[in-house]
């Protein structure tokens, strides 16, 4: 039975696309990586992290570091960001049908918690983060650890390829949700559990399994 539902915030209850595309075209000529066009961005969509890295011309080894400028600008930006639609009523539904919800983010754990505050959402108290854009297995594995979980008691919802990739290392099922930025092409390489086209999908998905017809 699901107990604990964990969200990615970014492209997953948060449309931060061109925020985000802002902030990586601010730092093309610091790091010498080429910018984002749009039909750079269609092409970015359908690859892995390390392929579009590649296909820029950025070293992975220097992703650590970009992070941190990254997050610093993005912050700076944390008043526009926008939730999906039907997301707020979702996440009250989700906490009426007794789920616990947590967030497990690359993104600063500041910066969640302002936009919270900000948004007037009170459902998710549990926000954790990591400084690894490819660790969120790491903190998962603390997060069933502290609360002292099964993997079968709880389901992550992400919208990218490296989401349904730290799922599969901890053995937790996944919802992909096809608003976020990795298209279909990408993530068809894994096979995520379920898939939500939108957040009542995600509602549904909840039921089913821990309700099965």
């Known amino acids: ?11 997953t209850l948060v ?13 093309a000529v610091k790091y010498n990586y080429e910018k984002l066009s749009q039909e750079k961005i269609k092409e970015l969509r359908k690859v892995s992290i390390k392929e579009r890295c590649k296909t820029l011309g950025f070293p992975l080894y220097k992703i650590p ?8 600008l993005y912050k700076k930006f944390t008043h526009q960001l926008k939730l999906f639609p039907g997301i707020k009523d979702m996440l009250e539904k989700l906490v009426g049908s007794g789920y616990r919800l947590a967030v497990i983010s690359s993104n600063a754990e500041e910066t969640i918690r302002e936009f919270f505050k900000n948004k007037g959402i009170y459902s998710i108290d549990e926000v954790y983060c990591s400084n690894n854009v490819f660790g969120k297995a790491q903190v998962i594995k603390r997060f069933l650890k502290k609360h002292k979980l099964h993997q079968s008691e709880v389901l992550y919802i992400g919208d ?52 099965p017809l």
């Open 1 to 11: 039975m699901i107990k604990y539902i964990i969200f990615d915030f970014d492209g």
């Open 15 to 27: 449309d931060s696309k061109d925020i985000a595309i802002s902030v990586i075209n601010q730092l």
């Open 65 to 72: 570091f970009a992070v941190i400028e990254f997050l610093a």
């Open 160 to 211: 990218e390829l490296r989401d349904i990739v730290a799922c599969r290392q901890v053995s937790i099922k996944i919802i992909w949700v096809n608003w976020g930025f990795d298209s279909i092409e990408v993530i068809n390489k894994v096979s995520p559990d379920y898939v939500a086209s939108t957040p009542n999908d995600i509602i549904t998905s909840v039921s089913l399994i821990n309700h």
